[in-house]
């Protein structure tokens, strides 16, 4: 079991272990902004366990590999408004 005060390296979302980190705060050492590079979940060092931490993420929201490979599509964004 991991110690729940250091990041986890696995995406608490798909599981997958490719997490880099995108940013670090501003004063060094407090937190860092990780990134999933399969399903692209981002999530903060020090958000709650159950954001951060695959055992504690909830499972209504949990994604497999498969899960990703066989989604149907990826919302479009639709165009901005214009006024």
């Known amino acids: 079991m991991s110690d729940r005060n250091t990041p986890h390296l696995v995406c608490p979302r798909?599981?997958?272990?490719?997490?880099?980190t995108v940013t670090d705060s501003p004063v060094p050492g407090v937190w860092q902004v990780l990134q999933c590079a399969r399903c692209?979940?981002?999530?903060?060092?020090?958000?709650?366990?159950?954001?951060?931490?695959r055992e504690d993420y909830p499972a209504g929201f949990r994604l497999t590999a498969e899960d990703i490979a066989t989604?149907?599509?990826v919302p479009a964004v639709p165009p901005l408004l214009t006024r």
């Open 71 to 73: 989604a149907p599509e």
């Open 14 to 20: 798909c599981a997958d272990e490719a997490v880099s």
């Open 40 to 53: 692209l979940y981002m999530w903060r060092t020090t958000e709650p366990a159950r954001r951060t931490h």
